[in-house]
């Protein structure tokens, strides 16, 4: 019988040779190894880039003829109902006259764009120059006498198209991350406590629905009321109002849909927590959390593209620095190029915005599994 054992197969580190001598390390079987096709579908897939699925299928030689119907699905599709629409736009804008002259097609824009870009180049030249002169003249002056005091004053001209954007961008980010900062611990104690939502839910529902054109004056008599800038404040009270209003507009979806996502967690988890007598804490980090991650990441995509869409009425409205500004001070300019750069905006807004969208579902792919809600 102790023969028998010690020559059985089932034991992993003998052969079934009489000797039962060990394995040498590379006659061990080896875990196969992911196709690379795999890989990058996988990784495209959580960047949201499904469209170069089909090539890499195709390029690995899984079903050409189902994969080149996929490209065409998936890419042929769009760019002809995009052309269908530039076409018609192109058509429908010669027929309209405007007191600008006529409405922009797509080569207007196209050239208005390039134009945008050119101003940025030369701007930039022109601040590359502006510090390079600063420097020059403190040199000289500390030549002159070493224990002079010098400094480098900011570039104080005209801010360009990019500029804008990244202004945009830098507050609607603020804003979104106040929001978060304030949704997601007051969703989840309304998704634990009945009486916290009892309590909560007659306000949210009163709140919800301002217009952010509502609650702009109210933030900006705040902001002056108590934020004195000087010289070296960190934040303008433009910056500071048009961040606020974001937050206070975009933070419902994502405060809502944390205390849905933490009422819906199956009874028998958050009984399992109280028998393992786990604290308040710990229940949250390792239980709430990652069983509510799906929904609370659709509340902050929802929150992400209000907050982006509220930033630019508020900007328009309160002439606070960004992409709202840049478009209306076009509209105020009322040049026969201003037609074509507020076009030019538009497509630049509806971009940023599906970026922005993109970017939260890879994250709500990474962080809740796979389990994205589209």
């Known amino acids: 019988m102790s023969d028998i054992a010690a020559n059985s197969p089932a034991d992993p580190l003998l052969k079934g040779s009489p000797g039962g001598d060990e394995s040498p390390p590379g006659d061990r079987p080896t875990q196969p190894k992911t196709p690379l096709s795999v890989r990058l579908t996988k990784y495209l897939d959580l960047?949201?880039?499904?469209?170069?699925?089909?090539?890499?299928?195709?390029?690995?030689?899984?079903?050409?003829?189902?994969q080149a119907k996929?490209?065409?699905?998936?890419?042929?599709?769009?760019?002809?109902?995009?052309?269908?629409?530039?076409?018609?736009?192109?058509?429908g804008a010669a027929q309209i006259e405007t007191s600008l002259g006529a409405v922009p097609g797509p080569q207007a824009v196209w050239s208005a764009a390039g134009t945008l870009l050119d101003e940025h180049t030369r701007?930039?030249?022109?601040?590359?120059?502006?510090?390079e002169r600063q420097e020059k003249r403190n040199a000289a002056r500390l030549e002159k006498n070493p224990n002079a005091e010098v400094r480098i004053r900011p570039y104080t001209g005209k801010p360009t198209f990019l500029d804008q954007i990244i202004t945009?961008?830098?507050?609607?980010?603020?804003?979104?991350?106040?929001?978060?900062?304030?949704?997601v611990p007051i969703g989840i104690l309304c998704g634990l406590s009945r009486t916290v939502n009892l309590a909560l839910n007659p306000m949210i529902q009163i709140f919800k629905p301002v217009s952010p054109l509502a609650?702009?004056?109210?933030?900006?008599?705040?902001?002056?009321?108590?934020?004195?800038?000087?010289?070296?404040?960190?934040?303008?009270?433009?910056?500071?109002?048009s961040a606020l209003t974001v937050m206070l507009c975009s933070l419902w979806p994502t405060l809502i849909n944390t205390a849905v996502g933490v009422s819906s967690i199956d009874k028998d988890l958050t009984n399992v927590g109280r028998v393992l007598n786990l604290g308040?804490?710990?229940?949250?980090?390792?239980?709430?959390?990652?069983?509510?991650?799906?929904?609370?990441?659709?509340?902050?995509?929802?929150?992400l593209g209000v907050g982006w869409m509220v930033l630019i009425a508020a900007e328009m409205l309160a002439q606070n620095p960004g992409l709202g500004k840049f478009?209306?001070?076009?509209?105020?300019?009322g040049s026969s190029q201003s037609l074509a750069r507020i076009m030019v905006a538009v497509f630049t807004i509806g971009i940023i915005g599906f970026l922005l969208d993109r970017i939260m579902l890879t994250?709500?792919?990474?962080?809740s599994f796979g389990e994205a809600r589209l």
Request: hydrophobic content about 55%.
């Open 47 to 66: 960047a949201g880039l499904n469209w170069f699925i089909p090539f890499v299928k195709l390029a690995a030689g899984e079903s050409p003829r189902e």
């Open 70 to 91: 996929e490209v065409w699905m998936m890419m042929g599709v769009p760019a002809v109902a995009f052309l269908a629409f530039l076409l018609v736009w192109n058509w």
């Open 123 to 131: 701007e930039r030249e022109k601040a590359v120059a502006f510090y």
């Open 168 to 183: 945009s961008l830098y507050t609607v980010f603020t804003g979104f991350i106040l929001a978060t900062i304030i949704a």
């Open 215 to 241: 609650w702009l004056p109210i933030v900006t008599m705040v902001v002056s009321a108590l934020y004195v800038t000087s010289d070296d404040s960190w934040f303008d009270k433009s910056f500071l109002n």
């Open 280 to 303: 308040f804490t710990t229940q949250v980090t390792k239980i709430v959390l990652p069983c509510s991650l799906p929904l609370i990441f659709t509340g902050l995509r929802l929150s």
């Open 327 to 333: 478009v209306w001070d076009e509209f105020q300019n």
């Open 363 to 367: 994250l709500q792919k990474i962080f």
